[in-house]
């Protein structure tokens, strides 16, 4: 089971961008998906659980979702700012518990 | 508050074993409902799984390490370690343990990671 992530997205303050994370391999809705934002030089943090769920402290301007049809999740994050600006990474899990992650998106904050 | 980590040599030696511990404070490796992980990212590289462990002592490893990694939990149920042989450069990167959730394989605690190099 395999995820993949385009290496690179850019967008302005203010606008919306979405991430997309594609499975292949497997199918992603057998399995929660989760997103994760790092920051250079620090540890990863958890932004959407479960597909969609947000931790405490994460702002509704970031949502996840999962389309059966394209067998993908995606992170969309509305009203951009400029400390949105970091990588983000897709995990999930295989049918024998195996933990995936997708390549990693680096977001750019024009 | 949960709190982990790491601890352990910067600096390893080819062919030689990594060791690493994860310290846990504000809580214990007791409970069934996570695990406990270990993870590295090579510099300017993505995440990899490397495994995990429960407190029962049942491991899952990354199938392209398992034939030189060991994991385990401390008596005191404070801490577990990693032990990879016969390192390569290949294997320089930071080390992050981590805490995941049983149902859901969602990392939600982690500790700040610290790097391994391996060089002669």
């Keep these: 089971f395999i995820l993949t992530q385009p290496h690179s997205v850019s967008e302005s303050p203010g606008k919306t961008v979405t991430i997309s994370c594609t499975g292949s391999g497997?199918?992603?809705?057998?399995n929660y998906v989760q997103w994760y934002r790092q920051r250079p030089g620090s540890a990863p943090t958890t932004i959407i659980y479960e597909?969609?769920?947000r931790p405490s402290g994460v702002p509704a301007r970031f949502s996840g979702s999962i389309d059966s049809s394209s067998n993908s999740a995606s992170l969309t994050v509305s009203g951009l700012e400029t400390e949105d600006e970091a990588d983000y990474y897709c995990q999930s899990y295989d049918d024998f518990n195996h933990v995936v992650f997708g390549g990693g998106?680096?977001?750019?904050?024009? | 508050q949960l709190q982990l980590q790491e601890s352990g040599p910067g600096l390893v030696r080819p062919s030689q074993t990594l060791s690493l511990t994860c310290t846990v404070s504000g809580g214990s490796i007791k409970s069934d409902d996570y695990f406990?992980?270990?993870?590295?990212q090579p510099p300017g590289r993505g995440l990899e799984w490397v495994g995990y462990i429960f407190s029962s002592g049942v491991t899952y490893y990354n199938p392209s390490l398992k034939s030189r990694l060991n994991i385990s939990v401390g008596s005191s149920?404070?801490?577990?370690?990693?032990?990879?042989?016969?390192?390569?450069?290949?294997?320089t990167a930071v080390y992050f343990c981590a805490r995941g959730t049983m149902l859901t394989h969602d990392f939600d605690y982690w500790g700040r990671g610290t790097l391994v190099t391996v060089s002669s």
């Design chain 1, 51 to 53: 597909n969609y769920q």
């Design chain 1, 26 to 30: 497997g199918n992603i809705v057998s």
């Design chain 1, 105 to 110: 998106t680096k977001l750019t904050i024009l």
């Design chain 2, 77 to 91: 149920k404070k801490f577990f370690s990693l032990e990879l042989a016969s390192v390569t450069a290949a294997d």
């Design chain 2, 36 to 40: 406990w992980i270990w993870l590295r």
